[in-house]
DNA sequence: ACAATAGTGTCTGTGAGACAGTATGTC
DNA sequence: GACATACTGTCTCACAGACACTATTGT
């Protein structure tokens, strides 16, 4: 039983006891938004209807014990150690709680921030997470909080803030991992009601995409209908729900949803 | 400076030091390869040209103290512990080559599995990752070592074995990771050499996906070299490369390779 | 000449892309 | 009726999908 893969397996656990454990176990979220752009149309050339929004809080200066807190007064994602009996992903869904006190909505893992020396506290781990919030949800809660702890930001504003720790990087690979999804998945309809006209989706789409069929509004709404994981929303008398007019949309439109299929789009096709 | 965030932050660090902190932090690395059929036709209905193998290793009964050891006897993903001046990537890294004596090959990040219970030795964090090998380096490395130590086994072979820990779960999420990635990036690229004909290729892709595009031949033919991605593969006079005819292929064929474009399909296309 | 694989010609239907036009409501 | 937004008709062009066909070599 001296077999080389043996060995090294016996020895690792021999040694287990005095091998080097991580100093913290800990998730990240980064929560983001979608708002409005009040002038969609700005110097001649037109914006999307919304931008992305991240929220940040701020960490305290000085700790309980009076003590200066490290990486004290910057901005940082929310998130914390991680509990026992929970995984990162358990811990994100309860810190996303803690937080915004939304519950239910998509949390996604994108990655591991594990480099030694990303906090001076010693080795920790960091579990990255995004989630996709409805404004309201935020607004709410934001107002509750002390407004100076708890804000959000667009993109553009978060790269000009010091952050804490790495999170400069998390977000940004964040920010890749929500766009590639949006291509690629359904999260889109985290920014959505559940019910949504043709139009809003197409707006919530602009603001990730520069796509032709998007773009192209009568493309849109003849092909969008026809994907697999939308679907017309459907009234007690299966007769398809249609808003009601207001003075902005004159006409009624349809509503639609989402169905759970889900897709893989290929780059073989 | 009482505010809500504040002092739970505090909180947090106050106890930093009595916090709960892992066991062990570990990397396992999926390695996964391509084994040709022999006998494409089966039962006188047609099989694809390869099947999707994976490597495990037997772990060893007793350890070298003579205690018995943790999971023992079962096949396990490769893998161990993470060292502290190496991030999880390295560390699968450094053990596909220890494991393979494989480097610089694509190794992928596609999980982390951290439930509470999953290792009896505590908590034990694992980061899975995948990697794609060509078979003759597996060969190779195989046959230096002891044969019922180190196996490739087809997913089939896989699913009937006893394996180690949450190795089930993280091999199915491995197999799903992989399936995805060939058909939304250009990781099949690690299964063929770097200059490959148009049928290897096709081939190759028939293990995973079942598209019209790649079935019908002359279709993929017309079509992949049309591809950003993919582009012939040309020689120092920038004459297309081909083939030396053999007793198998009469007639020479152009070679391609892989561009490093990165694409991102998407499902709103 | 024949076998074997590489690769192209050609036809048909579907669907993207663009823009003009029609529909349905409020004011 | 004017207007604003929702939605459809229609034309063109390109390409997917299918299958037959030609091309290039070794034996």
Known sequence: MKIYRTEEEALQYYDSGKYITPDGYTSDIAVFTLLPNEEPFHNGKSRSAYSLALMLIKRAGIDSDGQPNIEGNKWALPGGFIQRDETAYEAAQRELKEETGVEGIEVKHFGVYDK???????????????????????????????????????????????????????????????ERDVLQTTVVKYFLPKEFKMEELRQVLLAFVDDPVVKNKPGFFRKAPTLPFITEALDHNNEPKKTEPNADTRRPSKLYCFKDVDVTPSIWR
């Open 116 to 178: 030694y020396g990303r906090d001076k506290r010693g080795w920790i781990l960091s579990n990255a997470h995004y989630a996709i919030v409805p404004e309201t949800y935020l607004e709410k809660r934001m107002a509750s909080d002390d407004a100076a702890e708890v804000r959000l930001f667009t993109l553009d504003e978060v790269f000009q803030l010091e952050l804490a720790f790495d999170h400069h990087v998390i977000i940004k690979d964040a920010v890749r991992a929500v």
